[in-house]
């Protein structure tokens, strides 16, 4: 086999023959290759079923896993086979359910849980990506062993391509699609109660960060879910329908044709569900009744160097996740009291951990509230309770953490103040807004509340008698 093997990848990388190959033979080529690789995967099943075996039958001292300083299984065979942590997770799982444990007693190899899919695998028929769908599968059915092996010995059946369905051997979504119907088969008198099994597979879980992004999973109850709709709708203000244009004296019309309000927030409904997760996070974070973690509030951590941020250049670091994020957002977290940034030296030195100084404190929080309503962005109704406060002059750049620097913002337009057209300044303590073109041809600094008793004096200094 290792003779096939280096032969096929000599055909495929270096002998550069692929050109001349009619379809059938790449085809055929690539059919070997996969064949190859099945084979292949299931010696890394058997050889991880065999170490499992060994862990499980050793003291901790003499485990593999012990010997070879890792703390998981699954981080022994991922630093012995560098596949990642979410194949390997498969890999062992797959093992679990096809190893043959020994009896203690007897020192026998016991049957294994799915003993035709095993020979499956052995023969190369079924590939670890099938196993693993499958196995998931059967597993989520609550029904007797012998149950299972029905399902066990047709599906080992139809991955050669015979049994009921006789026909060409199936790809590993199909495989899949079969066991679901095995699964639901078995399960069909399943006594457990409904809200039991739910209960049961609940779950959330927060992937892991690839082209900036992290991918959030899971099943929610469904009064978790509702808690959370309730939140949704109390951030996503139905109100929210866009800013009314700027009024008085200074406004000129603009030559857009359509109305207003269809430029307003073009974000789809799963974005503004985002902010509004990102807003009740961060709510909850600030809020002072969370449990501390190592004795302060569970603030993340972001890490940026001292030059990159003063001169805006460069990127940053959020705490568990590798690839780098903007500065923006460390502007952002740096001023929602939620965080401390961790300021460095180009060689990596920390210089300075910065808390509690660029933070707000609850007195500045409700002058603050008091004096701007709710998020300055006009058209926007995310309520003060809501928002976070931005330092309109950044705090690297010498901004103070004073009433007169600070606004409030809702999440996203916090995270999009430097990109979305909207500017902010202070005159004389009061925030200033100059909106995008769309909004204010004109381009006017004007001045903004949402605060229900500023907005009331203004009425009855402009009404007749005021
Ligand atoms: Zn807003």
């Known amino acids: ?78 630093r012995t086979t560098r596949a990642s942590g979410r194949t390997v997770g498969d890999v062992v799982r797959v093992a679990r359910a096809l190893g043959q444990s020994v009896s203690p007693s007897t020192g026998e190899a016991l049957s294994a849980e799915y003993p035709d899919l095993r020979d499956a695998a052995a023969d190369g028929v079924i590939g670890l990506d099938a196993l693993a769908a499958v196995v998931a599968t059967l597993e989520s059915a609550r029904c007797e062993r012998a149950a299972r092996m029905g399902a066990d010995a047709e599906l080992a059946a139809s991955a050669r391509g015979a049994g009921v369905d006789a026909g060409p051997s199936p790809s590993a979504d199909e495989l899949r699609m079969q066991a679901q119907v095995w699964a639901m088969y078995l399960d069909q008198d399943g006594a457990e109660p409904r809200e039991a099994r739910a209960l049961r597979r609940r779950g959330l879980t927060v992937g892991v960060c690839r082209d900036g992004l992290v991918p959030i999973r899971g099943n929610a109850l469904p009064e978790v879910a509702g808690q959370l709709r309730r939140l949704f709708d109390s951030i996503l203000n139905p109100k929210g329908d866009g800013p009314d244009a700027p009024e008085g004296p200074h406004f000129v019309e603009t030559d857009h044709d359509g109305p207003i309000d269809a430029v307003a927030d073009t974000r789809s409904r799963a974005q503004r569900q985002h902010d509004a997760f990102a807003t009740i996070l961060s709510a909850a974070a600030r809020s002072g009744e969370l449990p501390t973690l190592g004795g302060s509030a569970p603030t993340l951590v972001v890490s940026v160097t001292a030059d990159d941020l003063v001169t805006g250049r460069g990127h940053a670091h959020v705490e568990g996740c590798d690839e780098p994020v903007s500065l923006a ?23 300075a951990i910065h808390i509690d100084d660029r933070v707000f404190a609850a007195h500045q ?57 909207w500017r902010v300044r202070m005159r004389l303590g009061i925030p200033e807004v100059r909106g995008p073109s769309w909004w204010d041809a004109s381009m006017q600094w004007r001045p903004v509340t949402k605060s229900p008793t500023r907005l009331s004096k203004d009425m009855r200094a402009r009404s007749p008698g005021g």
């Open 1 to 78: 086999m290792e003779q096939s093997l280096g032969e096929t990848v000599d055909r495929a990388f270096r002998s550069g023959e692929l050109r001349g190959l009619d379809d059938a033979a790449v085809l055929s080529l690539m059919a070997q290759a996969a064949s190859i690789a099945r084979r292949a995967e299931a010696a890394l099943v058997a050889t991880v079923a065999e170490v499992q075996e060994r862990v499980y039958a050793a003291p901790h001292a003499e485990r593999p896993t012990t010997r070879y300083g890792c703390r998981s299984m699954n981080e022994l065979v991922q």
């Open 329 to 351: 957002v460390a502007r952002q977290v740096a001023c929602t009291g939620a965080v401390q940034r961790v300021t460095t030296d180009g060689a990596g030195r920390i210089l």
């Open 365 to 421: 929080r409700k002058a603050i509230v008091l004096r701007d309503g709710g998020c300055i962005i006009p058209g926007c109704h995310v309520p003060a309770a809501w928002c976070e406060i931005h330092h309109v002059i950044e705090h690297a750049k010498g901004g103070p953490t004073h009433t007169d620097n600070g606004v409030l913002l809702c999440w996203y337009h916090h995270r999009t103040i430097d990109s979305s057209g």
